[in-house]
Every structure is written in structure tokens, then in C-alpha cells.
């Protein structure tokens, strides 16, 4: 049987939501990672360092004492976020970033930021304090098409922002085309992405199979194939500009599959297995630990961990749904079959 041991990884984007719902999902992500970079867009957001340190001890409640996992905690910006918060937030330990929403780009994003130049201050803040910002790269202009926010959020969002604060860390998260990664590739060494395992493995088509296929649906949405294999070359390229992020963000069936659609995509029940599977198709197992264990913690300023990490290749069938609180919660690739499995 092929084997393949790594240093443990770690996630650096991910979507825990709390209570009940998130006590049935957490144990997914302890159980693969070392620790998570976790997402505040939660109702309330979080916005402030005691909200961020409360949002930890719940996660950390609910996580299997088994498990050696920790959360790492982010700050949600808004257009009134003050400098100050920047400041008390570097002198915390378990808190490393802050996230950047667009208001109205994504899930519970409406209290979002309306126009990055009111944070201007708060950026200032951040860059002399060496905390990264997280970018949900998107612009929220309706009449701009869906399948074009990321280009466009580049062109008229991030390239002034990167010359306007060349010394601060950007993570530009879970990037979908072609335009994504060459920005990445022609920025200076300040600024990196994370690449989930969704926009890897799907293609738009994938939103489409007979109908609309609401658990394949995400943001930002999957976009064509050339830009789906430049993100696929970007990740097991062995550029460490690119790392593992999964964006697991969980929805309960009943939201999924009704008039909401609810935007997101739960990879967090096997996702190491899937990235590793992604690497084996692709020959590029070699390049596996670096993208998954090395890259992010490095340009987070972590210490890479020392816990090991082995798999097996070994076919086993995802489940077509998982408990979610008081409902079910469909995993990314539900049904299908992955041939490598995590060896506990």
C-alpha cells in the first residue's frame, strides 16, 4: 500500500460558524489540521479583540481533546473599525489577521467595508503593526458579471492598494483565474493566495448537470476551465507564493438546496485527502508538503509544525451527507470516491 507522511498541515482559510452547527463540523478540520486561520463573518461579525478571544474559546470547547488544534483568529473590517483596534489586536497572540469583505460580496458580508479608501487608516495601522490582510477579491457591483469580479476587483482595487502600501502582507484569498495568479506571480514577495480545493477540481460547468447544482455553488463562483488549470499549475507548482486555504464554509441541505442558495462549499470532511489526491493525478506528490505544511506558515511568520501527518492511498467513498446541528451538510464531492485517506 502507498503511504506518504508530511508535517501536519495547517488551513489558513476556513469557516467554522458557531453553536450547535459548529460543534458537529470542527472536528473535521482538528483532525487534519494544526491550526486554522479562522473567518469572522459571523452574525455579529466579529470585529473586536474580546468577540475574536470569545470565538476561540467556543471553537476550542468544541474541538475532541484528541485533537492538538489551534485556531487562529481574524478580525472582520468594517468602514468604522479605528486604529486603535489594529494595535491592541498585534499585541494578542492568537489573533494574526484581519479580513477585508467588499459589504455584499459574499456570506454575511453586508457590514463589509464600502470603499477600501475609508480604511486607509486602519491599513496604515496594520502595516506598521505586521498584521496580513485577508482579501475576499471581489467587487460587489451588480453590474458587473459574476464570472468578472475577481478580474475587475484586481484592476480597480488591488493593484492601487498594493502600490499605495508596498510593505503590507496581503493574502488574496481563494483565487479562481488566470488573472489571479499572474497578479500573485508579478507581485512582490508581500503578497501570496490561498487556493481551495473546489477551484481546483471544478469548472462552471460543474454549477450545471441536468439542473443547477446548489452545492456546487460558491464565491466566488467557479469560473471557466483555462482559468481552473492556471489555478491547478499555481498550486502544485512548488511556488511558495501559493498555499493551502480551503475556504470550507458549511451550509445546512436545507439552505443549499431552496431559494436561497446559500453561497459555499463544505470541504472540510476529507479535504487534505482531496488536495493530496489533486497532487498524486497531477505527479506532483513531491510538492504536496510545501504547498500544504510549509508556504502558509512561513508567510504567516509561524513556526512550521513538527507533528507528522500520514495517508494512505486507499479508495473511500464520501458520504451524500453528513449531521449539521439539527440538520444535514453535503461535503464537496459527496458520493464520489477518493483514493487517498488519512491514516489516524
Not at 489533486?278 to 504567516?300: C, W
Request: a negative charge; one cysteine or more.
Amino acid at each position: 500500500m502507498q503511504t506518504l507522511t508530511i508535517t501536519k498541515p495547517d488551513d489558513f482559510h476556513l469557516h467554522l460558524r458557531d453553536g450547535a452547527a459548529m460543534a458537529s463540523i470542527v472536528n473535521y478540520s482538528a483532525a487534519q489540521f494544526s491550526r486554522a486561520i479562522v473567518m469572522p463573518n459571523l452574525r455579529p461579525a466579529i470585529t473586536t479583540v474580546d468577540m475574536a478571544l470569545s470565538y476561540r474559546e467556543r471553537i476550542l470547547d468544541s474541538v475532541d481533546k484528541k485533537y492538538n488544534f489551534e485556531p487562529l483568529m481574524t478580525l472582520y473590517l468594517t468602514d468604522n473599525m479605528l486604529p486603535d483596534v489594529i494595535n491592541i489586536a498585534a499585541q494578542t497572540e492568537s489573533i494574526k489577521a484581519l479580513k477585508y469583505y467588499p459589504a455584499g460580496a459574499t456570506t454575511n458580508s453586508d457590514c463589509g467595508v464600502t470603499d477600501i479608501k475609508k480604511i486607509y487608516s486602519v491599513l496604515e495601522a496594520m502595516m506598521k503593526n505586521k498584521l496580513p490582510l485577508l482579501i475576499h477579491g471581489e467587487v460587489a457591483d451588480s453590474e458587473v458579471n459574476i464570472f468578472d469580479r475577481e478580474k475587475v476587483f484586481i484592476e480597480k482595487v488591488l493593484e492601487p492598494l498594493v502600490d499605495d502600501f508596498c510593505e503590507l502582507k496581503i493574502v488574496f484569498e481563494h483565487i479562481t483565474t488566470k488573472a489571479a495568479v499572474d497578479f500573485v506571480l508579478n507581485a512582490s514577495s508581500n503578497v501570496a493566495a490561498t487556493i481551495t480545493p473546489q477551484h481546483i477540481l471544478l469548472n462552471r460547468n460543474d454549477l450545471f448537470n441536468e439542473s443547477f447544482q446548489p452545492h456546487n455553488y460558491c464565491l466566488p463562483v467557479l469560473k471557466e476551465e483555462d482559468d481552473r488549470l492556471a489555478v491547478l499549475d499555481a498550486a502544485t507548482s512548488g511556488n511558495s507564493k501559493f498555499f493551502l486555504g480551503t475556504d470550507s464554509a458549511p451550509h445546512s441541505r436545507s439552505k443549499k438546496e431552496s431559494g436561497c442558495g446559500c453561497a459555499g462549499i463544505f470541504s472540510a470532511y476529507n479535504a487534505l485527502e482531496l488536495y493530496v489526491e489533486i497532487f498524486d493525478n497531477q505527479n506532483k506528490l513531491d510538492k504536496v508538503e510545501p504547498f500544504t505544511s510549509f508556504f502558509g506558515a512561513d508567510f504567516y511568520g509561524l513556526n512550521r509544525n513538527h507533528e507528522k501527518t500520514t495517508l494512505v492511498k486507499k479508495e473511500t467513498r464520501i458520504p451524500e451527507a453528513i449531521p449539521f446541528g439539527d440538520d444535514k451538510l453535503v461535503p464537496l464531492c459527496a458520493g464520489n470516491a477518493c483514493s487517498w485517506q488519512v491514516k489516524f
